[in-house]
């Protein structure tokens, strides 16, 4: 099998067993017709901008702009590691699209539309596309004919980013097909159902960014950062998506695509004998026992979760509320979902938290609350968004609080960096539960626990100060580690440094959970590291006895708690966080897991 990757136009066939290399980032393999993501021609708005609104305006598509560039620099970078001849014609093709981002006619003429016209910014780019296009015709020039495509091109890209363009849905797709694209976002990848999309693989994205947290929940094999990715495939290609080694193989030969197939045959038999362990207790071989709590992402993952003998949610994403719709879902549509998600679990715990919107994860109905910030990892997100806009979380309390009439309901604030933010939400709640009793509406008695997510890593440092004004703690690992290593854990040209074997995350880990355990308050972890049963043994080491995790990792991770013997394990941790080194607490972990094997 070749491995290669071809720089040729999409409009050729793909060569037979072309393997592409990427990152795996949920586990599987899928085999089927390949359905290539065209972002398509966007209908722009148009509308009239008021006079003191053109600076904003001429600002948001200066933003935009900017975003395009980094898209741009991304792939060039990524297209660096092609063959020599494709990386340089992808590379030229790449360069023009920068150069037509960065004062070019282009660019000086929307910012002059958007002024002189008072034009909004996308009317303003599909209207200067249009007259360059009619300039490139009206000389007769053959290369210049040529080009009008590229200029289209980026400006696409320049209205997608603009409008925040989800790419479609993929509810009309055929049954199995394996979805390829330059990248998705999680509000894209919510749009899946598993019932339906094989797999997806991606050019762009990293392992804990969250389409790849998305794709894991579903239990949808995916491959993100692909190099070559979109060259020379076309849709009803055959494509295998191998999310454990992180491989794509395009139209595979009879013999390689027999050996995925014995490979995936394989797997489902695996997961068939897991499936046994559901009715057996999650206790370590010495008989501690440990909560195996589900993360979810979308209600249809909720039957998943009780399949595999959840002992309830312990975190349930709201953005699903607000993704994918123009409008913002009301206290009673928020009461309505959040009462069925209860009520199903039949009395055991679901710990919803409030909106974490911001970073990757944008909705088009918030779009008005905040502009994109330069980072979107350190700007107007999370707690800092409902703090901001009260009305947002005064609706998501009032529904979480009407829910958990129905059942046992536990509330949980993303992002939290201080006792302040925890006391103002504590006031809005009281509030809010003033106003719902005069309106004589039946909430929950007693009021539902309120816990914070340990993420940053100011909140893990003053963990001991955040105790006594909090019912308990959940350890958010993925930011954590963000935060704490400053690397995007969503860019794939860093994955190889997102380390949660790092010493300093491993120590607020424990600062955290001791902090808690002083305080006499529940304490998990809810990040990506609880489902990977590498880190079970050091987890509870460390003294978690509550992990909660993407549906899909919870069986592989009780027959691992199972066969742990936590006085042994206990013993283990405390050699671990006596190292400073990465590699020396890698291998003492791996060894300790080896033996227990």
């Not at 009317?123 to 210049?144: P, R």
């Amino acid at each position: 099998m070749a491995d290669r990757a071809s720089g040729r136009g999409r409009g050729t066939k793909a060569g037979v067993d072309r393997l592409l290399r990427g990152v795996g980032v949920s586990s599987g393999i899928a085999i089927g017709p390949a359905h290539v993501v065209d972002a398509g021609a966007l209908l722009a708005p148009e509308y009239t901008i008021p006079e003191d609104g053109l600076e904003a305006e001429v600002q948001r598509f200066a933003t935009a702009a900017d975003k395009a560039r980094r898209q741009v620099r991304k792939l060039k970078t990524k297209s660096s590691a092609l063959p020599d001849s494709a990386a340089e014609e992808i590379g030229i093709l790449l360069d023009a699209h920068f150069a037509m981002l960065s004062g070019s006619r282009l660019m000086r003429g929307v910012e002059k539309r958007i002024r002189q016209d008072k034009l909004n910014a996308e009317a303003a780019v599909q209207a200067e596309i249009t007259s360059i296009a009619q300039s490139f015709a009206d000389m007769e020039d053959a290369y210049l004919a040529a080009r009008v495509a590229d200029v289209r091109e980026v400006g696409q890209r320049l209205l997608r980013n603009l409008m925040q363009h989800k790419y479609q849905a993929f509810s009309f797709l055929p049954e199995g097909c394996i979805v390829l694209a330059e990248d998705l976002s999680p509000a894209d990848t919510a749009l899946m159902d598993p019932r339906r999309i094989g797999g997806f693989a991606t050019m762009l994205g990293g392992p804990e960014g969250h389409t790849a947290i998305m794709a894991r929940s579903l239990g949808l094999p995916a491959v993100l950062g692909t190099l070559g990715l979109l060259q020379g495939v076309q849709n009803g290609d055959t494509v295998v998506v191998d999310g454990i080694a992180g491989q794509v193989c395009v139209n595979p030969s009879p013999d390689v695509l027999d050996g995925y197939r014995r490979r995936r045959a394989e797997l489902l038999a695996e997961r068939a004998q897991l499936k046994t362990l559901r009715k057996l207790p999650a206790i370590t071989r010495d008989g501690t026992a440990v909560t195996l709590n589900a993360n979810l992402e979308l209600p249809r993952e909720l039957d998943g979760a009780l399949e595999v003998g959840a002992s309830g949610v312990g975190l349930l994403r709201t953005e699903f509320l607000f993704m994918n719709r123009e409008d913002l879902p009301d206290e009673d549509e928020q009461t309505e979902i959040l009462t069925r998600i209860v009520a199903s679990m039949d009395g055991k715990p679901v710990t919803a938290r409030t909106l974490d919107i911001g970073g990757e994860k944008i909705a088009t109905a918030l779009r008005g609350y905040f502009s994109e910030p330069t980072n979107p990892a350190l700007g107007l997100r999370a707690i800092r968004l409902s703090l901001k806009e009260p009305k947002l979380l005064e609706t998501q309390l009032a529904a979480m609080l009407r829910a958990g009439a129905h059942g046992n309901l536990r509330i949980l604030l993303p992002m939290i960096s201080s006792v302040a933010e925890v006391r103002r939400v504590r006031e809005i709640m009281a509030t809010v539960v003033r106003r719902l009793r005069r309106r004589g509406v039946k909430i929950a008695h007693p009021l539902p626990k309120l816990g914070i997510m340990i993420e940053i890593p100011g909140a893990a440092l003053s963990a001991d100060g955040l105790a006594p004004f909090c019912d308990f703690f959940a350890i958010g690992t993925n930011d954590l580690i963000q935060y704490t290593l400053a690397i995007d854990r969503g860019d794939e040209q860093v994955a190889d440094l997102y380390d949660p074997l790092h010493p300093a995350v491993l120590r607020l880990v424990q600062f955290t959970t001791e902090a808690a355990l002083r305080a006499r308050i529940p304490v998990s972890i809810c990040g990506e590291m609880a489902g990977d049963p590498r880190y079970t043994a050091l987890l509870l080491g460390l003294g978690i006895r509550e992990l909660s995790m993407a549906p899909n990792n919870l069986p592989v991770v009780k027959r691992r708690l199972r066969g742990l013997d936590l006085v042994e394990a206990t013993r283990r941790a405390r050699t671990i966080m006596d190292q400073t080194d990465q590699g020396r607490i890698a291998a003492l972990l791996d060894d300790f897991n080896d033996a227990a094997a």
